[in-house]
């Protein structure tokens, strides 16, 4: 149930910063792999090339990474950090908690600092931000490591190639302070709705002890692939997309043409295309990095965060819609303000 009149909030953005695994992959690589006529899969998927993970590449490694940027950039060191939260959308193992292993990563191993996850799929970033705002408000935090990492690479099925070939791995990282030096995000509007009927339209079965190895004979191989009705999921994400927007915006007492930028998780070319056709959004306004980054799942939206703050897109005195959808199904949304 939405609260009415819910206080505005005020916290800065000390930090931003984002990495990527070193190999890139191109789709006209996949087109000769799979034997495809050259520009099939761009064509499939409009994506020409994406980050993809080597073996010995981790979440938590590359969080670590995007981590230190973001620390860089405040000015600051892990060690003066008050919480570690990870909202990445998939797990580097069952237990502990991603946040856990990129505490190890950053060295903090001793310190004691509290760490611990946010899951919410793809809008996990939209998610952690919300909640985490308000811990910040309250002073409950001072400064806190907000940081996204997928590898989506190693559980793709490519027999569903619509929907293998739009992902790309990466990671994504900001510092949140309630003070201090940096970018004023005052926070309008909020809202995360789900719609549970489209729960089984994109996931991954296997990972807890539903579908476990330890129980049946049920091929678990095949239930570690990801598997997404693409169709089906943008059918359900658009009838409810429009209504979702227009109560984000009254949330936050603003019409649609006072929104300078969008920053959508990258879901896909179809999910880019309705932002701009169906929600009306002008190609200028939105921020869109997914030709060449692909789905990152958790990271998308963190990392075009990160590039439009660093290209200038993104700056003071803009109002900035994050907008997305999730595995769930869920749609997520933040209206912020920035000084």
């Known amino acids: 149930m939405l609260i009415d009149s819910l206080p505005r909030r005020a916290l800065t953005l000390l930090g931003s910063g984002h990495a990527l695994p070193k190999r890139r992959l191109t789709s006209c690589e996949i087109d000769h792999s799979l034997g495809l006529p050259n520009g099939s899969v761009e064509r499939i998927s409009g994506v ?190 658009s009838t409810h997309l429009p209504g979702f927007l227009q109560s984000l915006l009254d949330e936050a007492g603003l019409q649609q043409a006072q929104i300078d930028r969008v920053i959508p998780h990258q879901a896909s070319h179809l999910a880019m295309e309705h932002l701009r056709k169906r929600l009306g959004f002008a190609t200028e306004q939105v921020i869109d990095i997914f030709a060449e980054y692909g789905n990152q799942v958790a990271a998308s939206l963190p990392t075009a965060l990160d590039i439009g703050l660093r290209d200038g897109r993104i700056r003071s005195g803009q109002r900035v819609l994050l907008l997305g959808t999730g595995a769930g199904l869920s749609l997520g949304g933040m209206l912020l303000e920035l000084e």
Not at 63 to 71: F, V
Not at 82 to 105: F, K, W, Y
């Open 48 to 237: 020409r090339s994406r980050a993809v993970a080597a073996a010995e590449d981790s979440a938590a490694g590359l969080a670590a990474q995007a981590a230190q940027q973001a620390l860089q950039a405040a000015g600051l060191t892990a060690d003066q950090l008050d919480c570690v939260i990870a909202a990445s959308g998939t797990m580097d193992q069952g237990m502990p908690c991603n946040a856990a292993l990129i505490h190890r990563e950053l060295s903090l191993g001793s310190s004691g600092i509290p760490a611990f996850d946010i899951n919410a799929s793809c809008l996990g970033f939209i998610a952690a931000l919300d909640q985490i705002s308000w811990a910040l408000v309250a002073g409950r935090y001072r400064r806190v490591l907000l940081v996204c990492a997928d590898i989506a690479s190693c559980g793709l099925d490519w027999q569903q190639l619509h929907s293998a070939a739009i992902f790309g791995d990466g990671a994504a990282a900001v510092v949140l302070g309630r003070d201090g030096d940096g970018l004023r995000l005052n926070i309008l509007a909020a809202q995360l709705r789900t719609y549970s009927e489209g729960a089984t339209l994109c996931q991954i079965a296997a990972g807890g002890s539903r579908h476990h190895p330890s129980r049946g004979d049920e091929n678990f191989a095949a239930l570690s692939r990801f598997a997404m009705q693409g169709k089906a999921v943008f059918r359900l994400a």
